[in-house]
């Protein structure tokens, strides 16, 4: 059964650079959709972006190019990268796996556990 | 605001059939499949319906999923309280190409 983890620092200061790994185990990392979603703290989801497995990846335009995601097959990790942070962007960071179907249908299963980023001086 | 409507809360009684709604646009729901996602208090999302009416393995039949148009609905049958959870619809944007959630509904059994 796969399982997904994050990982990562827990604050990050203002104009920094966010950086999370998540860990996939009991699976393959091919053939799939490797997805981050982050909720700020009492609202509600939000999808940043996708990198499949060949290494093309998709963003949220509302990110406005900030984000990038990148995947180590080797170490069966994929990785955010999230700049020039604010406030806004504090919330719980999710790691997600979507299986290879058409765009149209893509769904999220599994998730990690999430991770709390809080971004402050 | 999130680009699906859903109401932001709801509340029914244990035994009763339920329903939250989940309205969208021709860019989302219209033409594309619709998932439901549920998060017990303090945990992360998980799967619940996909393609509009498919339930993943593990999860009981009283959950079912519909859609007409654009907009879609996710059933309850028989109200239990450990299905006191938030739960979110989303479905993929062609207009944001990426997927959208809906705001997310609040049920509580009272």
């Known amino acids: 059964q796969v399982q997904l983890q994050e990982s990562g620092p827990g604050l990050v200061k203002p104009s920094e650079t966010l950086s999370l790994t998540c860990t996939v185990s009991g699976g393959s990392i091919s053939n799939h959709y490797w997805n981050w979603i982050r909720q700020p703290p009492g609202k509600g989801l939000e999808w940043i972006g996708y990198?499949?497995?060949?290494?093309?990846?998709n963003y949220n335009p509302s990110l406005k190019s900030r984000g990038t995601i990148s995947l180590d097959t080797s170490k069966k990790q994929f990785s955010l990268k999230l700049t020039s942070v604010t406030a806004a962007d504090t919330a719980v960071y999710y790691c997600?796996?979507?299986?290879?179907?058409?765009?149209?249908?893509?769904?999220?299963?599994?998730w990690g556990q999430g991770t709390l980023v809080t971004v402050s001086s | 605001q999130s680009v699906l409507t859903q109401p932001p809360s709801a509340s029914g009684t244990p035994g009763q059939r339920f329903a939250i709604s989940c309205s969208g646009s021709n860019s989302n729901i219209g033409r594309n499949t619709v998932n439901w996602y549920q998060q017990l208090p303090g945990t992360a999302p998980k799967l619940l319906i996909y393609?509009?009416?498919q339930r993943p393995s593990g999860v009981p039949d009283r959950f079912s999923g519909s859609k007409s148009g654009t907009s879609a609905s996710l059933a309850i049958s028989g109200l239990q309280s450990e299905d006191e959870a938030d739960y979110y619809c989303?479905?993929?944007?062609?207009?944001?190409?990426?997927?959208?959630f809906g705001g997310g509904t609040k049920l509580t059994v009272l």
């Open positions: 989303a479905a993929w944007d062609d207009s944001l190409h990426g997927p959208v």
């Open positions: 997600a796996r979507a299986p290879l179907v058409p765009a149209s249908m893509v769904w999220f299963d599994p």
């Open positions: 990198i499949y497995y060949s290494g093309s990846t």
């Open positions: 393609s509009n009416n």
